[in-house]
């Protein structure tokens, strides 16, 4: 199983407004299943530590937000499905806490695909060579899209 993540390159700064890109594979329970058959349905993240200023929609997705969360739901009778959907947020970054190199901030998500199934990317445990489908301490849950922020 490929994990969700943030894209983000060296950390954001703090105290500054920046983009989060998420990027949300596509993994069917069956390979080989057509992606017209099964595909992302939406993607809820939790920014807790960061202000949402806000989200982007794409063709295929609308969003909303709050100040802490964010959500994209793919549009009633889109018909573009891809194997990986690329998400935008744009927030606030934090400026308590951060110590003179770096922090990092969990972004738990969750994603719903379209036969009704559900990947919860929510775990704050950091391992190596983790593997979000086996036992804890990373199933059932696979691990939080993870953000740096350094010191600005």
């Known amino acids: 199983m490929a994990s969700a993540s943030a894209h983000v390159r060296g950390g954001l ?3 500054s407004i920046q983009t989060i890109t998420y990027s949300e594979p596509v993994e069917p329970p069956v390979a ?4 017209s058959k099964f595909h992302n349905r939406s993607l ?15 063709p295929e997705f609308t969003c909303t937000f709050d ?7 793919r549009n009633q ?3 573009l499905f891809q194997a990986v959907d690329v998400f935008q947020v744009v927030v606030l970054t934090p400026n308590k806490n951060v110590p003179p190199n770096f922090s990092a901030f969990f972004t738990p998500a969750i994603q719903k695909y379209s036969d ?3 990947v919860k990317w929510a775990s704050t445990t ?5 593997d979000p489908g086996g036992p804890p301490p990373c199933g059932p849950e696979g691990p939080a899209p993870l953000i740096r922020v350094i010191a600005h």
């Open 116 to 118: 009704g199934s559900v």
């Open 67 to 73: 100040a802490h969360h964010v959500k994209w739901k």
């Open 13 to 15: 700064l703090g105290n």
């Open 77 to 79: 009778g889109s018909r």
């Open 32 to 35: 080989g299943t057509p992606l």
């Open 126 to 130: 950091v391992a190596q060579d983790c």
């Open 44 to 58: 809820a993240v939790s920014l807790p530590d960061f202000t949402v200023k806000r989200c982007l929609p794409t």
